[in-house]
């Protein structure tokens, strides 16, 4: 399994932008798929964002869609997601998680398929 640290998490206003970055741990990063996940206060957790090994497929959930892009740079073991044009309703703890498995170009991927986790950074974003 692969070790996660999620950093760049805060308080921002609305109509801002946050780079949330996941860094790995271990050589094996770029075999893995990478997805960012949220849980807000009292909600279950939601599919955000996926990118496939090589980056070459990224698949993006409605509710942030032309507004969150995912990328990821394997020589340094990282994936970031940029939150542009924040919203409150983004605020939640944001976890980004690793797979073996591929990724959906369409639909959000199962979050079971994910086997490591890291320990989430919280966005909050005000009004």
């Known amino acids: 399994q692969v070790q996660l640290v999620e950093t760049g998490g805060g308080l921002v206003q609305a109509g801002g932008s946050l780079r949330l970055a996941c860094a790995a741990s271990?050589?094996?990063?770029?075999?893995?798929?990478m997805g960012w996940f949220r849980q807000a206060p009292g909600k279950e957790r939601e599919f955000v964002a996926a990118i496939n090994s090589n980056g070459g497929v990224r698949n993006h959930a409605n509710a942030v869609k032309g507004r969150f892009t995912i990328s990821r740079d394997n020589v340094r073991n990282t994936v970031y997601l940029q939150m542009n044009s924040l919203k409150p309703e983004d605020t939640a703890v944001y976890y980004c998680?690793?797979?073996?498995?591929?990724?959906?170009?369409?639909?959000?991927?199962?979050?079971?398929?994910?086997?490591?986790w890291g320990q989430g950074t919280q966005v909050t974003v005000s009004s």
């Open positions: 271990g050589r094996t990063f770029s075999t893995y798929a």
């Open positions: 998680a690793a797979s073996i498995k591929g990724i959906p170009v369409i639909g959000a991927p199962d979050s079971r398929d994910f086997g490591s």
